[in-house]
Nanobody, 114 residues
């Protein structure tokens, strides 16, 4: 059974940083593409970043240069380092396997506010 568990969210001031983690189990992690999505209150889900099977990366324009996705294949973990956070980054963040929204975990709340 595919299981993804997100953690690391919290409340920070604008300009602050957070590191999100996603613990993966139930599938071959090293051969899976992993993504981060987010969903703000009253809005649809927004793609944030991809980590492809060759571990190359891609980012939405809104986070490029501020966020960094990475993985530890030995630990089956995906991370999202978020720097220079803005109020518009406030959302619940989800990790997803192979682009399958239904694979997401419970999400982790990120709130950026002064």
């Amino acid at each position: 059974e595919v299981q993804l568990v997100e953690s690391g969210g919290g409340s920070v001031q604008p300009g602050g940083s957070l590191r999100l983690s996603c613990a993966a189990s139930g599938f071959t992690f090293s051969s899976s593409a992993m993504s981060w999505f987010r969903q703000a209150p009253g809005k649809g889900r927004e793609w944030v970043s991809n980590l492809y099977t060759d571990r190359t990366t891609a980012y939405a324009d809104s986070v490029k240069g501020r966020f960094t996705i990475s993985a530890d294949n030995a630990k089956n973990m995906v991370y999202l380092q978020m720097n220079s956070l803005k109020p518009e980054d406030t959302a619940v963040y989800f990790c997803v396997r192979n682009g399958d929204w239904n694979s997401r975990g419970q999400g982790t709340q990120v709130t950026v506010s002064s």
